[in-house]
């Protein structure tokens, strides 16, 4: 990853004014990422625009993907026959033979474009997230960070439980609207060119994001070590969170 650097700073003097419900300006634009093809679309001028995202890996980039999966040098084989000496050469193949022959990335890209995602600019660097809105009214807003090494995937699983409880015996009441966005440098967030993009920037970005979309009132969460994020946000005490 770029300088993400996923420790607590050591103080701030920054500030965050009220939250107000803000109306985003500028055009909406469809940005979708094809890898291994055409260029990307330049991005819509307006920091604060937030455009809608697809992914869509190209044949030819997915086929060379796996030709340099086959391609592997592999070690010679461990001296021991448990994993005192690391992973398992056997263990690696057969991964790596999973990757080759049998992993359909298109059904899983089928199933994250099927999710609403967005790009929006913010302090120079695009923040990809997934934004799902509940069914129930009065749904409690709640941004999530995923942890290292990690992405957004790892969150995809909790999408309908918490946005629909009912539908999987739950209440209607403890609904939620879910914000999850791509930490800086990881998955389809852009990488920062600069220093300095430690915890409690990233702290700031997300409270912006909330902003931009409209909360005025939401809760924060985050696992392994996306959790620093919301504990920070907890302590700057932005509005509305």
Same mark, same amino acid.
């Given at each position: ?138 749904? /409690? @807003?709640?941004?999530?960070?995923? %942890?290292?090494? !990690?992405?957004?995937? +790892? *969150?995809?699983?909790?999408? #309908? ?18 914000? /999850? @966005?791509?930490?800086?440098?990881? %998955?389809?967030? !852009?990488?920062?060119? +600069? *220093?300095?993009?430690?915890? #409690? ?38 509005? #509305?969170?």
């Amino acid at each position: 990853m770029s300088d993400t650097t996923r420790t607590p700073p050591e103080g701030s003097d920054t500030t965050f004014a009220p939250e107000p419900t803000i109306k985003i300006p500028g055009e909406v634009v469809k940005q979708t990422i094809v890898i291994g093809a055409a260029a990307v679309p330049e991005p819509s001028a307006g920091s604060a625009v937030i455009r809608p995202f697809e992914f869509r890996a190209s044949d030819e980039a997915l086929a060379d993907l796996k030709r340099r999966i086959v391609a592997t040098r592999w070690p010679s084989k461990e001296l021991v026959d448990d994993a005192t000496q690391g992973v398992q050469l056997a263990t690696l193949q057969k991964l790596a033979d999973y990757w080759a022959t049998q992993y359909d990335w298109r059904r899983f890209e089928a199933r994250l474009n099927a999710i609403p995602q967005f790009v929006t600019s913010i302090d120079g660097v695009d923040i990809h997230f997934i934004h799902v809105r509940s069914p129930h009214p009065g749904a /409690l @807003p709640l941004i999530m960070t995923h %942890g290292w090494p !990690g992405s957004v995937v +790892e *969150l995809l699983d909790s999408i #309908g439980p918490l946005t629909d409880p009912p539908a999987y015996g739950g209440r209607a009441e403890d609904a939620l609207d879910l914000v /999850l @966005p791509s930490l800086p440098g990881y %998955g389809f967030s !852009g990488e920062p060119t +600069e *220093l300095g993009w430690n915890v #409690g920037r990233v702290a700031q970005a997300w409270a912006e994001l909330m902003r931009r979309l409209g909360y005025t009132r939401y809760v924060a969460q985050g696992g392994e070590v996306g959790a620093l994020d919301p504990d920070e946000m907890g302590r700057r005490a932005p509005g #509305g969170l």
